[in-house]
């Protein structure tokens, strides 16, 4: 199943965080997207976060943006750290939870992506 027509599931403290390599893999399938193609994901170095910066037209194109991420992150009751600037908009996703990545954050992940394309 693509990662756009998954679900977030509930996450709660004890599931470990996904392995190096389970987040490597993950992230080869999230960026085989076209939108992700322009601007890969990346996992930071202490592989606790998943991370991609979007660029906009202006500073209320960003916030459009942020809205409509807003929406998706209710809808799976997932939410991502943002940083919201003139034409930008950092997106980092980690799962609190658990203090490090899990599937959750791909799939949100690649619903952000599904917004731009
Ligand atoms: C009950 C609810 O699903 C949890 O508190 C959710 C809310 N959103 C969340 N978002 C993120 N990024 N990590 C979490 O652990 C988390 N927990």
Sequence with gaps: MELTDKRCAPCEGGTPPLSGEEAQS???ELNASAE???TPWTVTADER?????FKLKNFVEAVDFVNR????AEEESHHPDLEVGYGK???RLTTHAIGGLSENDFILAAKIDALRS
């Excluded at 976060?49 to 910066?53: A, S, V």
Aim: proline share 0%.
């Design 49 to 53: 976060q998943l991370k991609k910066g």
């Design 36 to 38: 992700a193609q322009k």
């Design 69 to 72: 991420i807003k929406d998706v």
């Design 89 to 91: 908009v950092v997106v």
């Design 26 to 28: 993950l992230l080869q």
